[in-house]
Every structure is written in structure tokens, then in C-alpha cells.
């Protein structure tokens, strides 16, 4: 064939993980704190429920929108946890994962020369989504003065007449960020101002660990204008479930739906009926999960302070975000010698976004063991580089 | 903070205070002064070992009792299960809902002492009713730690 491919496609960058990945994949005794998924096992009674609907032979294609029982779940899980209120008939849409209702909300409010607000370090779908969608991403490089939160000024600094929507990823994949109430207030007042979508991931939402989580969408006047992004990879460990949601105002929903229908069909049964048992009676779970999480944050801060290694106290996901600068390096010369010469694998922060150069990211979805042997190993690395250093 | 310790020193009791101190977030004195309290008001009634004796050349037989007794007089069960389990090779006395009152662990080195258990010192206590031994044949799981599993990470090494 010599017929060209898809120019759109073929213009956008590999993810700058796939690189790394390879690298790391090639080294068989490396311990990693690369992954951005949970170590825990989903929880046997969510497994069991699973299994159990398979057996009952519940393997057919659901409703576009998802079963109806685990919508009204969803809804009532909002309403307890986030205090939102959404209609599980018509504002709330089940999708393969939280990826697939990034990609379909994008698509179904995108015309051609649109902006999207991208601030970065962040989740590495967002600019790839918003491009194949048709928009010109915007990016804002976040500050870690900051603790990288999005402020007022940075979002008031990009808004164009063309600006559409606000992607808002907090708590933050890559940082471990988070946005408290306050500063969620100042960005909802300059969105309605400005008359401006936000699209809001709060995939992590369970995983915070100094105050419960705050939806913007649950803010007044935030609700009609919020798409707002859920799932259960992170919650409840169902990353391989393939299962998340999407909840905006019907109007958007309806598009959602028709894209989501055409693409998809519906997300997976099983991993539907696995899911209502999760909302119904997970809640535990999370906490334990959570606690656990806590402990180990609490113990890499505590190694970085000791390390002396410069990093602010995230309190959100199961990220820490070391900065590396005094040691004169790029993010991936760091990242790469440090797998070289101790055998652990973090990921280069410019994966996320230019402005996560000069820092890596760990990840502590991992054992408290594991994180001790790699952190070890992290002092070793640290003190030979300041030796070194004239 | 309680609960969360005792979650964590139930999973390792030789945890050391400072690594408590750094997994709660809170100073090592009031660790070690909470952990006083927990003692003296017999939360914290001991710190043991969960061995797996199967992997060891050491015999060890573990039978499960099922016990019918009579309750006595003003004592309900209480006076009979403390004569049961002050025989050192009684390992646990439960009181049991449903079809028997006690469960009784024992652990002996031969089965043979453990039927002599049976027909000499328990069956002959006077408010026993019937007794029926069921013998522990393999250990998948105890105190919520399964034994010889250990599985491999089978995530991708690195995902975004």
C-alpha cells in the first residue's frame, strides 16, 4: 500500500512511557514503582459477584447507557460520598474505563478550532484525546511553588474566545496534587464568567488523605457546565475490569451516548454486575485500601526528608513527585541511570508534560517490603551523585 | 489512631516504634504510651508468632473439638470452659452458637495423645454431654495469612 495513514494520527507523539517501558521490560531483576495501577487484588466478595453473573450466564450485551441498577448505584454513591446529585436515567453514561468517557466527552463537545485547557503534569490521554477530537490543546505548566495546583491567574492567562473546556485533574496523576475547596471556588468563578466547560477526572477521588475529596460539579452553578469523570480502577483495584463513568446534564450525556453506542455498543457486562456489588458494599474496602496508602505516603516522605530530597506533601492518588534539579540531570537521564545502576524503575516526569521535567514520578502502589528495598536503594543512588557532584 | 495501630501491630508485632511513628504520622512517645494503655486494659493480650510447623521436623497434631456440655448454675459456661483451658495443650476455647457450646483447639505430638486427651480428661468432666474430634489434616490460611503463597507482581512494569 502506499496509500498514507491518518496524518492526524501519525503526528501525535508515542507515549513518552512506551519508551521507558521498553527499557525497563529489558531488565529481568528490576523492582519498579513504575505503574499507575493499585497492588491490591479487587477485593474477593466484588471478584465473586463477577464470577457468580458469568455462571448465571448474564453474558449479553447490556443497555448503551449500562445496566440501570448499576447507574442508580452510581447515583446514590455521589449523593453519599460527593454529596452530587445525578439522574441515573439520563445524566449518567457506564464506559470502558475512565479513558473511554475522557475520549467520547471530549468528541461529543468539540468543534473544529476549539480549545481545551490542558494543565500538566497530568494523565497522558488528555492532549492525544483532545487532538484526535479535533480541539488545539492549551497547556498549563503547573508550578510545584504551587504544590502544583491549578490557580486563578494560570487559568485566567490561557482563556481565549476559543477556549471550550477545562480539563481538571485533581487529585493529580503524575503529583499526587490535589484541589481543596478554596481553590476550587476561584476556577468555578472564572468558568462560569467565562461561560467554559470543565471536564473534571476525578478518578482518584476515593485516594485523598488530609480532606475528603471536593467535586467542582458540586459547586453552585458547576453542575450544568462539569462532565465529570469516575470509575472503579483505582477505588476498588478493578483496573482490569475495564469499568468507569461519565456524569454531565443530559444534553451531554445524549451525545456521549450516541458516540459511546457506535464505538462501544456498552461496557462489559460482567465487569457491570461486578461493580454494583462494589458501590453496595465496598465502601470498607476503599478505607482499608486508603489507610494503607496513607502509611506508605507517609513512609516515602519521611525517607525524602531524611534524604534530604526535595519534594512537597502530596495528599492525593498514590503518587509522590521528587524533584531531581540539584543533581543536574534531565528527568530521563536521572530515571534511566538510576534503573541502570540500582535496578528501580520510576517514570521521568516530561512523560506528563513539559513541566514535569526536573522531576520523577513513584509511585507507592506497592508493598511497604518492596518500597523499602527500592527506597534503599534510591539513598544509595542519591548520596553517590551529591559525592560525585565537585 | 488506636484502631489503625492495632491493625498494624496485629499484622507485625515486631514492628519497631519508629517505623510506627512514620506509618501513623504521630510521635514515637505516644506510641509507645498508647501501646502501654492497650496492654494494661487487655486489648493487647500478647505478641506471637504464626509459624507454619508443617515445614519443621517437629510433630504437631491439631485436633478441633466440638463440645456438648451442661451449663452450670449461676456460672453458665464459664466455670466448664476455664476447667478445659487450663490444660496447657488446649490451644483456644471458644463459646460456639448453634449445634455445640464449646470448640476447643488442642495440639499434640502424636494422635494417640490426643484421643487419650479426649476419653481421659475431657469426656470424663461431669457436665460434659458428648464430645467430636475432627483432626486438621493441612493449613491453608491462618490468623488471615495464607501459607506458601507467594505471587508475582503480574502488572505491567510501568503504565501511566
New interface residues.
Given amino acids: 500500500m502506499t496509500k498514507p495513514l491518518s496524518k492526524m494520527v501519525e503526528e501525535i507523539k508515542p ?1 513518552g ?1 512506551r519508551k ?2 521498553d527499557l ?2 529489558e531488565m529481568k531483576d ?1 523492582i ?1 514503582l ?4 493499585p ?1 491490591f487484588d479487587t477485593p474477593w466478595h466484588i471478584r465473586d459477584e463477577g464470577i457468580f453473573a458469568l455462571e448465571k450466564g448474564k453474558t449479553f450485551y447490556t443497555s448503551n447507557a449500562g445496566l440501570k441498577e448499576l447507574r442508580e448505584e452510581i447515583s446514590n454513591y455521589l449523593n453519599r460520598r460527593l454529596e452530587l446529585n445525578y439522574n441515573p436515567n439520563k445524566e449518567i453514561l457506564v464506559t470502558v474505563g475512565g479513558s473511554e468517557a475522557i475520549d467520547v466527552g471530549l468528541r461529543a463537545l468539540i468543534n473544529p478550532e476549539d480549545e481545551v485547557i490542558i494543565p500538566q503534569p497530568s ?3 488528555y492532549e492525544p484525546c483532545a487532538i484526535l477530537a479535533g480541539a488545539k490543546p492549551v497547556i498549563i505548566n503547573l508550578k510545584a511553588e504551587n504544590e502544583f495546583r491549578l490557580t486563578a491567574d494560570e487559568l485566567k492567562n490561557v482563556i481565549t474566545d476559543k477556549t471550550k473546556i477545562l480539563i481538571l485533574p485533581y487529585p493529580n ?1 503524575p503529583t499526587g496534587a490535589v484541589m481543596e475547596r478554596s481553590n476550587l471556588e476561584e476556577i468555578a468563578n472564572i468558568i462560569i464568567e467565562n461561560d467554559i466547560y470543565v471536564m473534571s477526572d476525578e478518578i482518584y477521588a476515593e485516594l485523598t488523605y488530609k480532606d475528603k475529596h471536593v467535586s467542582i460539579a458540586s459547586l453552585e452553578g458547576m453542575k450544568e457546565r462539569t462532565i465529570l469523570i469516575n470509575g472503579f480502577s483505582k477505588a476498588y483495584a478493578m483496573t482490569g475490569w475495564r469499568l468507569g463513568y461519565a456524569c454531565a446534564p443530559e444534553n451531554i450525556i445524549k451525545q456521549m451516548t450516541k458516540i459511546h453506542q457506535f464505538a462501544i455498543m456498552c461496557a462489559p457486562t460482567t465487569s457491570q454486575y461486578a461493580a454494583i456489588e462494589a458501590l453496595k458494599k465496598g465502601d470498607d474496602d476503599v478505607k482499608e485500601m486508603r ?1 494503607a496508602y496513607n ?1 506508605r505516603r ?2 516515602l516522605m ?1 525517607a525524602f526528608k531524611e534524604m534530604g530530597l526535595d519534594c512537597f506533601e502530596p495528599f492525593g492518588a498514590f503518587y509522590v513527585f521528587p524533584c531531581i534539579k540539584e543533581f543536574g540531570m534531565t528527568s530521563e537521564e536521572f530515571a534511566t541511570r538510576f534503573l541502570e545502576e540500582e535496578k528501580v ?1 520510576v ?1 521521568p516526569g516530561n ?1 506528563f508534560g513539559n513541566s514535569g521535567e526536573g522531576f520523577v514520578r513513584i509511585s507507592y502502589a506497592y508493598s ?1 517490603d518492596n518500597l523499602k528495598t527500592a527506597i534503599g536503594r534510591l539513598k544509595n543512588f542519591v548520596n553517590r551523585l551529591r559525592e560525585l557532584k565537585p | 489512631m488506636r484502631n489503625e495501630l492495632l491493625t498494624l501491630i496485629e499484622k507485625n508485632s515486631r514492628i519497631s516504634l519508629t517505623e510506627l511513628s512514620v506509618l501513623l504520622g504521630v510521635k514515637e512517645v505516644e506510641i509507645a504510651e498508647e501501646l502501654a494503655k492497650l496492654e494494661q486494659e487487655g486489648i493487647i493480650c500478647g505478641y506471637h508468632t504464626l509459624i507454619n510447623w508443617d515445614k519443621t521436623s517437629i510433630e504437631k497434631v491439631t485436633a478441633l473439638i466440638e463440645v456438648k456440655v451442661t451449663p452450670q448454675r449461676g456460672q453458665g459456661f464459664d466455670r466448664i470452659a476455664e476447667r478445659i483451658y487450663n490444660y496447657p495443650e488446649v490451644k483456644s476455647v471458644y463459646l460456639i452458637s448453634g449445634g455445640y457450646d464449646l470448640l476447643v483447639t488442642l495440639e499434640e505430638k502424636t494422635l494417640k495423645e490426643i484421643a487419650s486427651f479426649v476419653s481421659d480428661k475431657l469426656s470424663t468432666l461431669e457436665s460434659v454431654l458428648s464430645t467430636a474430634t475432627h483432626f486438621i489434616l493441612k493449613k491453608y490460611k491462618d490468623h488471615g495469612t495464607v501459607f506458601d503463597k507467594k505471587r508475582d507482581d503480574e502488572r505491567e512494569v510501568i503504565s501511566p
Fill in positions: 507515549s512511557i521507558f517501558f525497563v521490560s528490576a519498579s513504575g505503574v499507575g495501577e497492588d494523565y497522558v490521554s496523576n489507610t502509611q507517609r513512609f519521611n524503575a517514570v512523560a511497604l
